[in-house]
């Protein structure tokens, strides 16, 4: 993680930079803490006062989000996406769980017509870790895992544009399913989710996409 010191952009350009690598490439997560104030100093070899400037410049941008007391989190991958989830942030459930049907069922359409091996792998253990989030008893654990796999269906209709706008409005989709979800989870409102991998797996594009949005319609049941 050191600086690479071959431009002269300010040090605290370069930390900003450095910073916001770490989340986009997925090695700090949404919902993660990233290292302390003292860790980064460390780390980068930079001044505390110019860790500090890089963490609230991206605070300011929606990527991180400073909390007293707990430390420094991960909100949003993208400057767009922590855009999307302070626009939307109160948002009514039944519209976003409109637009979740729209960008969902059209990509389970896709998906079932261009998947690839590995985009059913991935989709076979994302699905596994959703349930096994659920059967926990985890309602973090599962919102985090159940956007895994609906991201997962997403990439695997391998359309670019689809899935940057889609991963954009992620933790507005998080924060919906957290609403819905509530603080403890409900055994017998659990609906599993084999059926759009069925659909995607056997390239049957209107199986796919009905068995996606029927998932969505049964929010306020499940995820």
């Known amino acids: 993680m050191a600086l690479s010191t071959t431009r002269r952009a300010s040090l605290s350009d370069q930390v900003i930079a450095q910073l916001r690598a770490q989340i986009t490439s997925g090695e700090w997560p949404v919902g993660s803490r990233i290292p302390t104030e003292a860790e980064l100093v460390e780390q980068l070899g930079v001044a505390r006062n110019t860790v500090r400037e890089a963490v609230r410049a991206l605070a300011h941008n929606g990527l991180l989000d400073i909390r007293q007391g707990s430390g420094t989190y991960v909100l949003?991958?993208?400057?767009?996406?922590?855009?999307?989830?302070?626009?939307?942030?109160?948002?009514?459930?039944?519209?976003?769980?409109?637009?979740?049907?729209?960008?969902?069922?059209?990509?389970?359409?896709?998906?079932?017509?261009?998947?690839?091996?590995?985009?059913?792998?991935?989709?076979?253990?994302?699905?596994?870790?959703?349930?096994?989030?659920?059967?926990?008893?985890?309602?973090?654990?599962?919102?985090?895992?159940?956007?895994?796999?609906?991201?997962?269906?997403?990439?695997?209709?391998?359309?670019?544009?689809?899935?940057?706008?889609?991963?954009?409005?992620?933790?507005?989709?998080?924060?919906?399913?957290?609403?819905d979800v509530g603080p403890e989870l409900v055994p017998d409102r659990y609906l599993s989710h084999r059926g759009i991998i069925d659909g995607i797996r056997a390239g049957d594009a209107q199986l796919a996409s009905t068995e996606a949005g029927r998932a969505i319609g049964a929010c306020g049941q499940d995820s």
Do not use: I
């Open 76 to 179: 949003a991958t993208s400057e767009l996406a922590g855009v999307m989830h302070r626009r939307f942030a109160d948002a009514d459930g039944a519209q976003v769980a409109e637009l979740r049907a729209t960008l969902e069922t059209a990509a389970a359409g896709l998906a079932a017509l261009r998947r690839t091996d590995r985009d059913l792998e991935l989709l076979e253990s994302t699905l596994a870790r959703r349930d096994a989030a659920w059967h926990a008893g985890d309602p973090e654990d599962f919102v985090q895992t159940d956007a895994a796999f609906h991201q997962a269906v997403v990439a695997a209709a391998h359309n670019e544009v689809l899935a940057a706008v889609y991963a954009d409005l992620g933790e507005v989709t998080r924060a919906h399913l957290r609403r």
